[in-house]
């Protein structure tokens, strides 16, 4: 199967800018995604990018793809209390991280 | 919609029971997955379904089996429960690759299982 890799934790100020980080190792990985899961629910999914795309903006979302050095990142603008979740990134259907949990501190 | 819907939410088994999760989806979605998440872990694939009457072996399949009779219906069982399968098992669901969101997938809210 694909590994997919990301950071355990990331600790931001409300109003700053949060940079979630993931590398996968499939080159193949035809489709990116981005999942938040907030505390006792399920996976909502955020966005999620081609492999022939460099970058995705979603209002306060920015997705970036660099493809040679299979590394995907979430960049979530004026970061808010209500950002605070774990967030998965995922490639193709079904390999997914292990989460980061994204802790905002007002 | 009632989109993808997971029973039971939560459940307590001892050692040695056997019990079946439920996963139903309204959106004649043709792919159906099970997935395990435990702390540090992510989620683990268990087991897969491309369509009704098929089921595959994902990352984690041991211990576990999985029925697809219906289209909308992608079953669970765990034959004799251990506590290593204490874990919260999600299922999810999405179309057939090829479709225009096609690679959209939906999550179910969870199911909390606790084997003692």
């Known amino acids: 199967g694909e590994d997919v890799e990301q950071s355990l934790f990331l600790s931001v100020r409300e109003g700053d800018s949060s940079v979630i980080n993931c590398t996968y190792t499939?080159?193949?990985?035809?489709?990116l995604y981005w999942y938040k899961q907030e505390p006792g629910a399920g996976l909502q999914l955020l966005t999620y990018?081609?492999?022939?795309?460099d970058m995705k903006q979603d209002q306060r979302l920015t997705v970036l793809l660099n493809k040679k050095d299979k590394h995907l990142s979430l960049r979530i603008a004026d970061t808010q209390t209500g950002d605070s979740a774990i967030y998965f990134c995922a490639a193709n259907k079904f390999y997914f991280g292990s989460g980061t949990k994204l802790n905002v501190k007002p | 919609n009632a989109g993808v819907t997971q029973t039971p939410k939560f459940r307590v088994l001892k050692t040695g029971q056997s019990m079946t999760l439920l996963c139903a989806q309204d959106?004649?979605?043709?792919?159906m997955y099970w997935y395990r998440q435990d702390p540090g872990m992510g989620l683990r694939l268990i087991h897969y379904?491309?369509?009704?009457?098929?089921?595959a072996k994902g990352e984690v399949p041991d211990g576990y089996n999985v029925s697809r009779l219906k289209k909308q219906n992608f079953l669970l069982g765990l034959e004799s429960a251990a506590p290593s399968q204490t874990s919260v098992y999600f299922c999810a669901s999405t179309h057939s690759p090829g479709r225009v969101y096609g690679n959209t997938i939906y999550f179910g809210e969870g199911s909390w299982l606790t084997v003692v």
């Open positions: 499939d080159s193949s990985s035809t489709y």
């Open positions: 379904s491309v369509g009704e009457g098929t089921t």
């Open positions: 959106m004649n979605h043709e792919y």
């Open positions: 990018i081609f492999s022939n795309m």
